[in-house]
T-cell receptor, first 115, second 112 residues
Framework: DAGVIQSPRHEVTEMGQEVTLRCKPISGHDYLFWYRQTMMRGLELLIYFNNNVPIDDSGMPEDRFSAKMPNASFSTLKIQPSEPRDSAVYFC?????????????FGEGSRLTVL | DAKTTQPPSMDCAEGRAANLPCNHSTISGNEYVYWYRQIHSQGPQYIIHGLKNNETNEMASLIITEDRKSSTLILPHATLRDTAVYYCIVVIRGGGSEKLVFGKGTKLTVNP
């Protein structure tokens, strides 16, 4: 299994531009999580999906952030418009069985720099 | 979910056992203890979890005190590649609380 795949690995953009981060979870995993990591705030859960349905988006910072999961094998996290304070590493993670609450498989992350 | 307290940093000599402590004094009966680590620039990696019995796998051992208010992750023979931030997390398993909340963790440095 290739694990959780994220793209792009690195993104540098200018303030005001739209950013789209992509994630392919492990096949068969029903849960997908988006985390953001910064030095100041550590790892923060932004949103998670179960069977392609957003369950909890209380961590999404503001309306500039949106996430979708059109099918079981693909999710996007979009920031529009981007701001310098959005600079962070964004991780996607997936999980299989519901009883495996704590066993997440993380991707390698997408490092975003907004100038 | 219960909160955890970990020392911000620890050092260990290569080849020696690394013992990483975690306090979770408010843990409830149905909450599990999970450990993750994050090697620089990589995504967090699951290590081990337990409820009340000690657990061991190919990566580490987890010792949970009888009152479950604290636990220790043991890396029996630390290598330089074990240098990472280690996170201790308590969460209800399969109980509907699906969120995994990471604290600041312990930065373990394994020295040659």
């Amino acid at each position: 299994d290739a694990g959780v795949i994220q793209s792009p690995r690195h993104e540098v953009t200018e303030m005001g531009q739209e950013v789209t981060l992509r994630c392919k979870p492990i096949s068969g995993h029903d849960y997908l999580f988006w985390y953001r990591q910064t030095m100041m705030r550590g790892l923060e859960l932004l949103i998670y999906f179960n069977n392609n349905v957003p369950i909890d988006d209380s961590g999404m910072p503001e309306d500039r952030f949106s996430a979708k999961m059109p099918n079981a094998s693909f999710s996007t996290l979009k920031i529009q418009p981007s701001e310098p304070r959005d600079s962070a590493v964004y991780f996607c993670a997936s999980r299989g069985r519901p009883e495996d609450t704590g066993e997440l498989f993380f991707g390698e992350g997408s490092r975003l720099t907004v100038l | 979910d219960a909160k955890t307290t970990q020392p911000p940093s620890m050092d260990c000599a290569e080849g020696r056992a690394a013992n990483l402590p975690c306090n979770h004094s408010t843990i409830s009966g149905n909450e599990y203890v999970y450990w993750y680590r994050q090697i620089h620039s990589q995504g967090p990696q699951y290590i081990i979890h337990g409820l009340k019995n000690n657990e061991t796998n190919e990566m580490a051992s987890l010792i949970i005190t009888e009152d479950r208010k604290s636990s220790t992750l043991i890396l029996p023979h630390a290598t330089l590649r074990d240098t990472a931030v280690y996170y201790c997390i308590v969460v209800i398993r399969g109980g509907g609380s699906e969120k995994l909340v990471f604290g600041k963790g312990t930065k373990l440095t394994v020295n040659p």
